[in-house]
């Protein structure tokens, strides 16, 4: 595909007038072509007045026509090639595997969520029929149905060009509610951004759909990006990134005249608490020790889901598994981050942590090739300076971590307590160590979305059970999950219908029901 440098509003390139950006090779600092016209507030406002000059039609949508729109997007993706992974791995630094199966990813869960269209239920139907006769007061006819809230602003996320970004889980599941989508395109991977967005707008054509379905734009987050949200268009957001990024959003939706809600996954340290019955053996403790760094450095530590923090009990068992993460770490070198001023911001966190009083570090690999491959690192510290201490809870995002010593299992619910909200909780256990996990537990519940099992919390699985929200600082809405088919909630909401006479009523809400959604009758599910 042909790069044009614009962004794509309405189906069509278009050309900014507030100056000009470029992707950077992360490796090598080399400045990639071409180079990416920012648009003007009045450019912006032409994308935001198409997709609501859209909604109408795109919300309407017949179920088949609206899933092969979906399935049309990751066919296309898919048949870009290795175009798309090689522009990617240039603006991100992440290897072609792993991009690869990010493409995996996106593609799936759009089809994923195609699937969710042809099957109906995040429609929500509820029938209670009229009561004429009840006594002592009738019942009318009320019928209910989930309704999409109109065009989403989507913002590209810097760690997964594909996979949180132009279609990535926000967008698919704002098309899957049929909200049109404004993205906001992540600076740092431009080009990476517009292969995807033509494959978008690609969809968009050859299914006849209204071109205001889909713009891609480009510009700063502090002007376009606030003036996105601000737009009295947009009727939510979707974001992944910093909690800075996320909350100056989350101030603007909520300054506006119709406040709207902001989706924003933004920061987590993902606590892994390990347990004695888990470092039993020798076998056991160096095999815990490589997954755990395994986890912390791949993808150079650039996942929202990295454990930054592991609790591991004091005494013997404890000293030999420090000693083999510090074996483990040692002899690797750094990954390239994906940009300068990703790889700066480390730098900052991982020296306050370094500098913070009564923490040791444990052990520090090399420095990679290039200014932007730090060499990862653990540090160590006790439980008590660890509570006491709020740099300690800090996010480091890259590949940093902290081992923290405790005595006993009281500890870590008091611990669990005073820790920000998180996406995961992982916990090492045998079954000699259920007991005294369990009171863990409701701890972990009140604090984090996702508790894993003697698991490691990088790795995401897309389907209908899986959680990737918390409570804040994690997310802006613990009741939501950015990943999974339930992210389709996000971007709907309920309406009822009393009295409609069936030729008034929408489709999934006639009696004949021509869609063929399941339905709750009077609470029970309809037979069909």
């Given at each position: ?78 048949a870009i090639g290795e175009e798309l992974i090689e522009r990617a791995s240039a603006e991100t630094g992440l290897g072609v595997d792993r991009l690869r199966g990010e493409r995996a990813r996106t593609a799936g869960q759009l089809r994923l969520f195609a699937e969710v ?412």
């Open positions: 595909m042909t790069l044009n440098g614009h962004s794509l509003i309405a189906g069509h390139p278009a050309a900014g007038t507030s100056g000009t950006a470029h992707g950077i090779n992360p490796a090598t600092s080399e400045q990639l072509e071409p180079a990416y016209t920012l648009i003007s507030d009045d450019q912006l406002r032409t994308a935001t007045e198409a997709a609501a000059d859209a909604f109408d039609s795109f919300s309407t949508l017949e179920p088949g026509q609206h899933a092969r729109f979906l399935d049309a997007i990751a066919e296309n993706i898919e269209v042809r099957g109906g239920d995040f429609r929500g139907v509820r029938i209670d029929p009229a009561l004429p006769d009840r006594a002592p007061l009738p019942r009318a006819d009320i019928r209910q149905r989930q309704i999409p809230l109109g065009p989403v602003a989507v913002f590209g996320a810097s760690n997964f060009p594909l996979a949180f970004s132009v279609a990535g889980g926000d967008t698919a599941s704002a098309f899957a509610a049929g909200c049109p989508v404004v993205v906001k395109a992540h600076n740092a991977h431009p080009g990476t951004a517009e292969l995807v967005g033509q494959a978008i707008v690609n969809a968009v054509r050859d299914l006849g759909l209204h071109p205001g379905v889909f713009s891609l734009v480009y510009g700063s987050g502090a002007s376009i990006g606030q003036a996105l949200v601000a737009d009295p268009n947009i009727k939510a957001v979707g974001f992944t990134g910093s909690r800075a990024g996320g909350t100056a959003l989350m101030r603007t939706a909520a300054a506006r005249p119709e406040p709207i809600p902001v989706y924003a996954e933004m920061s987590s340290i993902n606590p892994v608490y390990v347990f004695p019955g888990a470092l039993s053996g020798t076998k056991d403790v160096e095999a815990l020790a490589r997954q755990y760094v395994a986890s912390v450095t791949g993808s150079s530590g650039q996942l929202c889901t990295s454990p930054g923090l592991v609790f591991v009990p004091a005494g013997e068992a404890g000293d030999r598994f420090a000693v083999a993460v510090a074996g483990e770490i040692t002899p690797l070198s750094g990954q390239t981050m994906l940009s300068g001023g990703i790889a700066s911001a480390w730098h900052h966190r991982h020296d306050a942590l370094e500098a913070a009083a009564d923490v040791e570090l444990l052990g520090r690999g090399h420095q990679g090739p290039g200014e932007n491959a730090p060499a990862p690192a653990v540090f160590s510290s006790e439980l008590d300076v660890f509570t006491g201490n709020p740099v300690l809870h800090e996010e480091i995002f890259g590949a940093a971590s902290l081992v923290v010593r405790y005595k006993g299992v009281d500890d870590l619910v008091e611990a669990t307590g005073k820790l920000d909200g998180q996406l995961t909780a992982s916990l090492h256990v045998t079954e000699e160590d259920y007991a005294a996990a369990a009171p863990l537990i409701p701890a972990l519940e009140r604090k984090v979305g996702r508790i894993i099992i003697n698991g490691w919390p990088t790795g995401v699985e897309v389907g209908h059970a899986m959680v990737h929200g918390g409570p804040y600082p994690a997310t802006s809405d613990s009741r939501t999950t950015s990943v999974g088919t339930l992210a389709i909630e996000r971007f709907l909401r309920p309406v009822a219908y009393q009295g409609f006479p069936e030729q008034l009523r929408p489709a999934p809400l006639q009696d004949a029901n021509p869609w063929n959604v399941n339905r709750l009758i009077d609470g029970k599910p309809e037979q069909h």
